[in-house]
């Protein structure tokens, strides 16, 4: 029933899944997910999680601490090394186009346990991520409320209420009533999503004409401000990178701009959420690069713009921290945009958070058809063709998670899972390349093996920028799911010899 080697004599925790067989088992009609997106739809897709809470708060953070006005350039940085990372993931995505993302893509290249581990990765990144977010857009929601007058009782406002402990009974419903749209159908949460991100966009596009009116040269001096003594923290808190190395991140000065690359990094998360569309896409060989790549442009172009913006409105040494673009516009005259600015980041957080949950599902469900998790889960409705079981199931404990629970410290658990995804899937290219050269691949990244190997070290690079703290909660997470592996996933895995492929009925 078990055995230790592939045909390749490799361990059997490195057995691959054949490309073929993962294209395969999207036919099965009742664990197959209904293909209704375009390109455009993907573009929506991508635009509307990456653009979220970076764009209205960290541009403040990073200008007044970090570099100065020359945080544009910061974002430039972070957006090529996340674009090194899209490049990557559009072959894959249009070459497997399956459900699952980098974890199906680990499992078509390095193998079951990798696979696994980066899928194990994928869940507790979408799952912090959602609740973290639907607990930012409850504290957007419950500051629109306050100005008009309405208060919510202290013990349904979260666990920062007067009493010590509460419930955030906004966070909670927003990531159930998302469950419901995303269990409703693909094409109905890319239509939702569409008219959120318009209006996103339309403040994010009326804070950059309106903010450039106010522009005063002056404020850009010095566009690069000169060096400070770094703060790097203590104990746990120092990045992994200075305890290892002994170097500590620079506050201003030409080092500064890429000590800030690593923090706005995770305002672009969520272009990886794209590829896990893949299997629900109409055309995904010649679409999937189009929605990756262009909605990360997209919002770079708009990272770069609304920096400029902020800087040249307000020197960045009388930036704020908590609302950088509203101050900004009060401290020039204008109030009034800074409610409008608030309900953008209300409306914003919105798409931010359903799709972080419709790329956890998709995930789950992937790990779920393969056996690695329990194929009960990999079951679609029979009409909406959505994966409704995992998807209720994980919108239920995540908007628990986020009604009960202050996650902000875990939120930089996000960061480092985005990064090990973008090393495994850029390890997986050239891997693939060599294993399987003869695969049709509609897109091919460039300068394979150089830009992968530049793509890895790029993302170590920001990973061991990140706290200690934040690599000891990852790897207690991963242990974790090392264990589980073992326990249940490997034994019950379609690709175990002998193993039965379970024929449920309706």
């Known amino acids: ?33 209904k293909r209704s997106l375009s390109a455009l739809d993907l573009t929506v897709f991508g635009v509307g999680v990456i653009i979220g809470t970076g764009i209205f708060v960290l541009t ?9 006005p020359a945080t544009a350039l910061a974002f430039v940085v972070a957006g090529f090394v996340c674009g090194l990372a899209a490049l990557c993931y559009a072959e894959f995505a249009s070459t497997v186009p399956v459900a699952g993302s980098a974890y199906t893509f680990a499992y078509a290249s390095l193998g079951e346990l990798p696979a696994w581990i980066i899928g194990w990765d994928l869940v507790l990144e979408f799952a912090v991520g959602t609740a ?27 666990t920062n209420s007067e009493t010590g402990f509460g419930f955030d009974l906004l966070a909670f419903l927003l990531v159930l009533l998302l469950t419901v749209i995303l269990v409703l159908g693909m094409k109905l949460s890319a239509r939702v999503t569409t008219v959120v991100v318009a ?54 000065g030409v080092m500064g701009i890429f000590t800030a690359a690593s923090v706005v ?51 960045y040494t009388q930036l704020t921290v908590d609302a950088p673009l509203a101050d900004a516009f009060k401290a020039t005259g204008h109030p009034w945009y800074a409610g409008v600015i608030s309900f953008g980041a209300v409306i914003g957080l919105t798409s931010v958070c359903m799709i972080l949950l419709l790329g956890q599902t998709r995930v789950f469900f992937a790990m779920s058809r393969d056996g690695l998790l329990p194929r009960f889960f990999s079951r679609t409705h029979p009409h909406y063709r959505t994966p409704y079981r995992a998807t209720v199931l994980l919108g239920v404990v995540i908007a628990i998670v986020a009604g009960l629970t202050n996650i902000e410290e875990l939120a930089a658990l996000v960061n480092i899972g985005t990064l090990f ?37 790029a993302s170590v690079w920001l990973m061991l920028n990140l706290p200690t703290e934040t690599w000891l909660r990852f790897g207690a997470w991963m242990v974790l799911g090392v264990v589980v592996y073992f326990v249940y996933g490997r034994s019950h895995s379609r690709l175990e010899p002998g193993a039965e492929v379970p024929h449920q009925g309706p």
């Open 1 to 33: 029933m078990t055995t230790d080697t592939d045909p390749r004599g490799r361990a059997g925790v490195f057995r691959t899944k054949s490309v073929e067989q993962s294209i395969r088992d999207t036919e099965e009609p009742e664990h197959a997910l």
């Open 60 to 68: 403040g953070a990073v200008a007044k601490e970090i570099a100065g």
């Open 132 to 158: 973290v977010v639907a607990v930012g857009w409850s504290g957007y929601l419950r500051s629109l409320m306050d100005n008009i007058g309405w208060h919510l009782p202290a013990g349904i406002s979260g």
């Open 199 to 252: 209006i996103k966009l339309a403040v994010v596009l009326l804070v950059i004409v309106a903010g450039s009116f106010f522009i005063k040269a002056a404020n850009y001096s010095p566009f690069i401000p000169p060096a400070t003594e770094p703060a790097g923290g203590s104990g746990l808190h120092q990045p992994l990178i200075q305890l290892m190395f002994g170097y500590a991140p620079t506050t201003f």
């Open 265 to 315: 990094f995770f305002a672009f998360i969520g272009f990886d959420v794209v590829a896990t569309a893949a299997e629900e896409t109409r055309l995904p060989q010649r679409d999937m690069p189009r929605g990756i790549l262009g909605s990360l442009f997209i919002c770079t172009l708009l990272y770069v713009a609304v920096s400029i913006v902020v800087t040249g409105m307000q020197h």
């Open 421 to 457: 995804a973008f090393v495994v899937v850029a390890l997986g290219v050239v891997i693939l390349r060599r294993t399987r050269p003869d695969l049709p691949r509609s897109f091919r990244t460039p300068l394979v093996p150089l830009l992968p190997i530049v793509s890895v070290a």
